[in-house]
DNA sequence: GAACCCGTCTGAACACGTTCAAATCGCGTG
DNA sequence: CACGCGATTTGAACGTGTTCAGACGGGTTC
């Protein structure tokens, strides 16, 4: 298994992202691929376990493309609200390029096991990406928030972003307008309750979330070193 | 494609069943299930679509089972958080059988085409009982509560069921321990919000969340009448 | 130069899910 | 009984993902 550069590599996986979004997964043969890239069947393998592998691109070109479109969007808005709106929603439009191919590309992210779990080391690219368009979006916001929850946020929203795929996925509305719909709804909802997160009632809420949040990382992540939240 | 009640269809049921619950669902052939049910190959896919199909019954095993444990358990007890929390270890246990194998459910249970989603016309057994067990759930327990909260709560309990599938495939822990503790810490809390529901300055977040549900029915139910809540 | 190594590449071969044209069965009808 | 017809059954054949024994190529060692 070849871990150096190699122009064959990204031939074949220029070639199976081609074919991808032109016929589906399914539809898409690894013969195909290897066709397109000028490399023989078994080369495709020397360089991939297999057919799966070839889709890891897409997670991170969604994350990529997701902080591209919030970043002109958001310039200069400081409502955690708003931004927190505007962020799901670049999700969602960087989503939808990818719809027709979303039930493939979630059916082996649920898969704990498989490399193409959001959890797991090979994802990493994509979740430091996302984790860190999550960051800016905090940092540059006007939230008030209780501290701990403050540092935990990102992951947490990250975790919540998922969610709205889930909803996503399922919806067979036109254009996935009701999740859109719910999700801008729902947004104000959280931003008020994330600033109640500071009032003296609310904070044993708080603590038993973060407790559980914390044992949930630790075994959710696969080979992989978890740092842990607070200092 | 029969319909018919068949000894024939019986029999690949169970073979394939069986040798799912032994090695797999990968690693079961249909040539194998075709064996042990003494029938051919293209017999198998006769009765059944594909191999996909066959794994059909596993949900309603689980439904019946959880409803079955949970029956034993609730017996006299009225608190609605000892309920619920009976009812998710009820769930937890009677999933534990099949862990082994929630990795491809859940893979296929996740495309919304598929016959296999649990908001499907095919899935509607399984459905059904999910829903009369929270039903009863909820009957006989000393909650109180907004009323048109109640009228969707089997539903949106359901729901959260559902999610909660979601991190025990992901958990890691022996035993899936994690998911049991955090359950166990979150349903109190879940508790008291939803008796919480009643007070006003809480309603209009309920409101709020009613409506984003009835939005969301009209659009996950592929193929089935979706009767409206509320009256 | 010869021998050797090792990373790269090849396509035939395998096992699988699925399809299908044809064979067989069961049974009502003339 | 013979005939017909639809339901059932069959296994060969197809296209697929994947494996593997071997071929190739260029660099290093004696």
Known sequence: MPTLDSATRDRIVAAATELIMERGYEK???RAIAERAEVSLGSAYYYFGGKEELVQGFYLAIARRQHELL???IDGVTSFGKRLDACFEAFLDASDEYRAISDS???FAIVPTSPLSPFSAQSRPA???FLRTFEELVDGSDLKTDPRLRE???ELLWIAQMLIVL???QDLSARQRVTRTVVKRLVPALARLLSAARLAPVRPFVTDALESLAMVRQRTYVGEQVKALGS
Chains 1, 2 share one sequence.
């Open 71 to 73: 970043e002109q969007r």
């Open 105 to 107: 590309l979630l059916s």
């Open 127 to 129: 979740r430091n990406q």
């Open 167 to 169: 909803g996503w996925v």
């Open 28 to 30: 898409t043969t690894m």
């Open 152 to 154: 935990a946020l990102p």
